[in-house]
């Protein structure tokens, strides 16, 4: 009885040997992550100045407001926003074109009451821009009152940001 106790233990502990988990080795390391953000300033014409459409046969005063936004990477100082004459300026009138030899003229204003009209390669902004915070500088264009020519009129003025 002795000798099958000893078989029977030598059974089991060979069967235990046989199932139990081999134990998988293991590394680790540290993988660096880095960027770097340039830093630097963006301007976009968010939204255009789009006047509606103008009855030539009489007398208007058309306003629209457009937005520009200024984005920087870091916070700035004495940022500045200029606006050139566009492609059709004359004699110190910002003027859209239809293409020929008919011109709209019209003007930039800083404010809403147009009171503060943006000379051509005048400032529409100066001052400071915080750090990724878009900012957002509105941008009123006004046809000043007349009878036009019919057509459809474009003009595109550089806008140039200084940081």
């Known amino acids: 009885m002795k000798r099958m106790t000893v078989k029977s233990a030598a059974l089991v502990t060979g069967f235990l040997a046989a ?4 134990m998988a ?3 680790t390391a540290n993988l660096a992550v880095t960027a770097t953000v340039a830093d630097t300033c963006a301007i976009t014409a968010t939204t255009a100045l789009a006047f509606a459409t103008i009855d030539g046969g009489s007398v208007t005063d058309e306003s629209v407001n457009g937005i520009l936004t200024v984005v920087c990477t870091s916070a700035k100082t004495g940022v500045t926003v200029d606006m050139a ?6 004699g110190g009138q910002r003027r859209m ?3 020929g030899t008919a011109f709209l003229p019209y003007n930039i204003h800083s404010d809403s009451g ?3 009209e943006v000379a051509i390669d005048g400032e529409i902004y100066n ?3 915080s ?3 878009p900012l957002l500088i509105n941008v009123y264009g006004q046809i000043p009152s007349g009878s036009y ?3 459809v009129y474009t003009d595109t003025i550089l806008v140039t940001l200084t940081y």
């Open 19 to 22: 199932t139990a988990p081999v």
């Open 25 to 27: 080795a293991q590394s």
């Open 85 to 90: 004459g566009g492609n059709n300026a004359s």
């Open 97 to 99: 074109s239809d293409g």
């Open 114 to 116: 147009h009171a503060s």
């Open 127 to 129: 001052g400071d821009v």
């Open 131 to 133: 750090a990724a915070v």
């Open 149 to 151: 020519t019919a057509g």
